[in-house]
């Protein structure tokens, strides 16, 4: 013969088990009654369900006009709507501290191939000379090979004409 919660007797356990038992049970009793909620509502989404199929696709949907089937779908906009107000968490209703965004940098892990762009010719169009490197704007960019991520880096070197040396 065995012995179910009910016939415990709770006054024999120490304060501090008795306390913990009932609070196991409150929390059972809790999700226990949510757990119904949650049910009579998945019953009454299926049969809104049920209705619109049988409203758009039955033998009767020729006789629906537009209107009516309308309004057919806003009743199963509002029932979803609410079903999935009582389902969301309260806190993840709240703004988050914002999206974490990657603004350009991609990670250094990616096997990359640097691709340099070199003008045609280094000497200045006005004719005054040679021109140096001043530096180089570098952009980079996701390529996606089949079943494999790289990065490739294109680099412009930015020139500046070098100035006659001055006779002294």
């Known amino acids: ?96 501290a914002g999206a974490k965004r990657n603004l350009g940098r991609l990670p250094k892990e990616l096997p990359r191939s640097e691709v340099v762009i070199e003008p045609d010719s280094t000497l200045c169009p006005c004719g005054c000379g040679e021109m140096v490197k001043i530096g180089e704007d570098r952009s980079e960019r996701l390529d996606i090979v089949p079943a494999q991520f790289r990065v490739i880096a294109t680099v412009r070197p930015r020139l500046m004409p070098v100035p006659p040396a001055r006779p002294g």
């Open 1 to 96: 013969m065995s012995t179910g919660p009910g016939d415990l007797d709770l006054d024999r356990l120490p304060p501090e088990y008795r306390a913990a038992f009932e609070a196991q049970q409150a929390r059972i009793t809790a999700l226990a009654e949510a757990n119904a909620g949650l049910s009579e509502r998945n019953r009454r989404l299926e049969h809104l369900v049920r209705e619109f199929r049988q409203a758009l696709y039955g033998k009767k949907s020729e006789k629906l006009d537009a209107d009516e089937r309308q309004l057919a779908f806003e009743d199963l906009e509002v029932a979803v709507a609410e079903a999935q107000a009582a389902t969301t968490p309260a806190r993840s209703r709240a703004r988050s």
